[in-house]
């Protein structure tokens, strides 16, 4: 059956995106609401949880481009690299990167990613901070078999848009600065003000899917 309300949201994201691609993260998603997503045109999917997204991986469209933008633990680096990941957003260290690199060596692949900027500067949130990110871009551009792509961040937890604007804003310098292709910001809540500044990725699942249900 056809889902228009689903439609409805779907074609007014892309409106307002323009050029900005839209990736669904279908984190706690069953595979039947991820396909009635595919089935609207959406190609690019985010998932968190690696056990998730390789199950995800396995089963789904093989045309789908997978994101893996949740934290991303060194041991876990393999179940992915091997299989078919379009883009790796949340690379936020240097032993991190280096396991990526050893993996695509193995396997035989170029990796992309993108550097997670930990732009909130909390200390419970992941991310690599401003003050390490000149040496972590360094280090990952000498790597073989890593792509550099761009910039990731999660805007602060607050209502004020302008604390929000203010850290897409710095994100974007600092795509410029390190003249990178891809700036991934904006989820749900802050896609607005993203696209403003200059997104290039959004990343949105509430928006689409509804709320999570972590207990499922
Ligand atoms: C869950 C998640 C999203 C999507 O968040 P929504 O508010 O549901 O749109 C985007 N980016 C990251 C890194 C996430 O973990």
Known sequence: MKDNNLDKIINELKNELGNTTLVAVSKTKSNDEILKVYHLGIRDFGENYVQELIS????LPQDIKWHMIGHLQTNKVKDIVKR???LIESVDSIRLVNEINKEAIKNNKII???IEVNIAGDINKTGCSIEELDNLINYTKELTNINLLGLMAIAPQTEDSNIIRDSFHKMHDLKEQYQLQLLS?????????AITEGSDIVRIGTKIFGARNYNK
């Open 185 to 193: 910001i904006g989820m749900s809540n802050d896609y607005k003000i």
């Open 56 to 59: 995800k991986m396995d089963t």
């Open 84 to 86: 078919n990941i379009y």
């Open 112 to 114: 992309n990613i993108l």
